[in-house]
């Protein structure tokens, strides 16, 4: 909220969380001059939004893989390892040329401490 009271030689500006008693004092001397911007935020569902749906188009189980990946700072090299398969394999899941089984999706959800649902 913004109240600003612009006066002969007088005008200040209270904005924030204006409390009821301020404002009646502030309506009762300077009605006339008093100018109020009652600007409530407007919060709107995320997933309603066009960037959330473009964003979720592109979250593939192959683009969540590579992400973690990344993000824990794993080589595909190292990965394979701790999977007990091939760096290619890896890359292939990551290429989206192979899938992400539900028992690799289980481990990967181990791994980097997610629910196993973002890689199927």
Do not use: C
Request: net charge neutral; glycine share 2%.
């Amino acid at each position: 909220m913004l109240a600003v009271v612009k006066m002969p030689h007088t005008s200040f500006t209270v904005s924030g969380d204006i409390p009821e008693n301020i404002m009646t004092i502030l309506e009762t001397s300077y009605k006339k001059y008093l100018t109020v911007n009652d600007e409530k935020d407007e919060y709107v569902e995320a997933t309603s939004m066009e960037w959330f749906k473009e964003a979720e188009k592109r979250q593939t189980p192959a683009n969540t893989l590579r992400f973690y990946r990344n993000l824990h700072k794993f080589t595909q090299a190292q990965l394979a390892e701790r999977l007990h398969t091939s760096r290619q394999f890896i890359s292939n899941m990551e290429t989206g040329q192979k899938p992400i089984s539900r028992k690799t999706a289980n481990i990967l959800a181990e791994i980097f401490n997610i629910d196993a649902g973002r890689f199927i």
